[in-house]
Each structure stands twice: as structure tokens, then as C-alpha cells.
Nanobody, 121 residues
Framework: QVQLVESGGGLVQAGGSLRLSCAAS????????MGWFRQAPGEEREFVAA??????????SYADSVKGRFTISGDNAKNTVYLQMNALKPEDTGVYYC????????????WGPGTQVTVSS
């Protein structure tokens, strides 16, 4: 079992930045894929970014809509994954969820409660 807790959401003007954090209850590095998803009002939850953590770094992937603006990263010592969000747009508004899955799994098994991000125009 992995418990996840997000933090760092809030209200920001368009063009601004926020950094979201996701603290895991146990070590996930090397065996889990960590992801960020978001859900706007009335919309389905969508993939934002994912980070596979290894002892010598990691690899990341992004949705086309956030490439070049968002960066996902991890801190081994803190069992924490971050999502740095720059050049925010109103369409980035939504509840952001942290998720984890074992590297061999096809779907994400563990989810945080979410944190609200609101970008005003």
C-alpha cells in the first residue's frame, strides 16, 4: 500500500507559477511510476505527467498540452514527487491528483485526494 498526499495548489493569475508536491508514505523509487493527473469541472480526468524514478536519475513524460511549461521531478530522500508548473493558463484549472503504480502494472493503483489549482485570466 502507498498513501499519497498532494499539496501546493492554490489560486494564481495566468502566466504565473505553482509547484505541487506529492508525499508518498513509503519508498517508491526504483519500483513505481509516479504520475500527475488533473480533472477540470465537467471533464474527465486526464494525464499530465509521469516520472519513473531510478537511483541514477529518472525518465519523464508529459501531455502535449503541458510540454515545455510543466516539469516533474522527484526527491529520493523525501519520497516526494513535484510538479513545477510555469506559464499557467486558465485551461490548466482543475483538481490535480498524484498517482502511483508499480512499474509492471498497466494502471495506476494508488491515488491522492487531490489539490485544487485555479488559474484566473
Amino acid at each position: 500500500q502507498v498513501q499519497l498526499v498532494e499539496s501546493g495548489g492554490g489560486l494564481v493569475q495566468a502566466g504565473g507559477s505553482l509547484r505541487l508536491s506529492c508525499a508518498a508514505s513509503r519508498r517508491t523509487f526504483g519500483s513505481y511510476v509516479m504520475g500527475w493527473f488533473r480533472q477540470a469541472p465537467g471533464e474527465e480526468r486526464e494525464f499530465v505527467a509521469a516520472f519513473t524514478i531510478s537511483w541514477n536519475g529518472g525518465s519523464s513524460s508529459y501531455a502535449d498540452s503541458v510540454k515545455g511549461r510543466f516539469t516533474i521531478s522527484g526527491d529520493n530522500a523525501k519520497n516526494t514527487v513535484y510538479l513545477q508548473m510555469n506559464a499557467l493558463k486558465p485551461e490548466d484549472t482543475g483538481v490535480y491528483y498524484c498517482a502511483a503504480k508499480k512499474s509492471s502494472a498497466t494502471s495506476y493503483d494508488y491515488w491522492g485526494p487531490g489539490t485544487q489549482v485555479t488559474v484566473s485570466s
